[in-house]
């Protein structure tokens, strides 16, 4: 009999699905294909939570049925690994329950226990990030409210002897989307295959950075397998980048503020959303570093903030570029943005979080000599939208008493995704 898996998936609406399957990747693929049950077709994308494997298929199928009795709150316990937890919250306190769990889970983690160090398997978690203000002028020290999203992408390295460093990256849905083995030469690092490309000399590049923070860095003769893990599409504009560097540089043990100004450049607020489970503001001093502060930005209207997808992935190196040619920001605005920034955070009203960000729309605005968004797309929307991150592109910020999915449809657009199924604010 195969080998087993129950995972447990967030739809976008934050509800959960459990399920189970003899291949893992596969299943997630077909959920988020639109291919499996009809719980998650209907509230995609979906992002895996939590996974455990069986040497049977039909113990993961016992435990898939036993979960989907769980509340919320149980199911969450586990999620989070709060073990102790799980007695207390069981609907049903029999002890023969529980303790067919614990003997379920106690095999289960025996398989699943995390590697040693003497099986060299490394792996690092890096969040995706969305700025809500100061986007641009956080390149001349404006302070910033940014939020990580629960969103990211994950690296897993693994030595062997191989003396190659074969890569691969995998997309939400399971799929390889890059691919590329590298032969190695105490550290250094040679093409396997004539035909190079943008993304391998990019990869290569990242790495040869790395290696000048931290000369030690691949120089113990050996080969790895490396395989990076998207949770949300690439073209959304989450951090594709930011998230690569920041788990390399956990990786190659080097400061991934530095590895981000020698490969991709930027201000870093992506690098501090990486790192952060929880709202920040992001600021860069007189000496261009970081201030990073964890904030409690936890709105009580937030059931009525969407982040929309306008269809189309915007550069943001092109946009800091178009951006550093004007040349013309003042201390006026920076401090115009930093009260506006303050006051977002700190208020308590639909109606004032609204009027602040289209005071900052306006203000961006006439920096840039581009007309705001609402104004140029969706001047008939009953709300108030919001640009992200460079303009143009990626996601807007959407206020609306409820979901304005229909609206947007309407439109062309499809992606709409709550507040809370989108950040990380805890």
Known sequence: MPKGHVYILECADGSYYTGSTIDIEKRIAEHNDG???????????VVLKYIEEFQRIDDAFYREKQIQGWSRAKKEALINKQHKELKNLAECKNDSHYKLWLRLRSATEKRLRPATKNQSIKKYKSNGKLLITGEYVVLDGAKSLAIPTKYGQSLKVEEDNSNTLSWKSYDEKGNVWFEKSFTLDNGEIFKTFENDNDISSRLRQIIDAAQRLNPDFLKNEKGYKVSTHLEFNKSWGLGTSSTLINNIAQWADVNAYQLLEKTFGGSGYDIACAQH????????????????????????????????????????????????????????????????????????????????????ENIIGKLLNQDPVKSKLFRDFNGCIKSLGAWGGDFVLATSPTNPKDYFKSKGLDIVIPYSTMTLTQ
């Open 35 to 45: 291919k499996g049950a009809n719980h998650t077709k209907k509230r995609l994308p």
């Open 277 to 360: 489970n929880t709202p920040i503001t992001f600021q860069l001093d007189k000496n261009n570093q970081p201030l990073v502060t964890s904030i409690d930005f936890n709105p009580s209207f937030k059931d009525q903030l969407y982040f929309v997808y306008l269809n189309q992935k915007q550069n943001s190196r092109d946009g800091i570029k178009a951006y550093k040619s004007l040349n013309k920001v003042s201390n006026a605005v920076i401090n115009d943005i930093n009260a506006i920034t303050e006051e977002t955070i700190k208020t308590t009203s639909l109606a004032a979080f609204e009027s602040l960000l289209t005071e900052h």
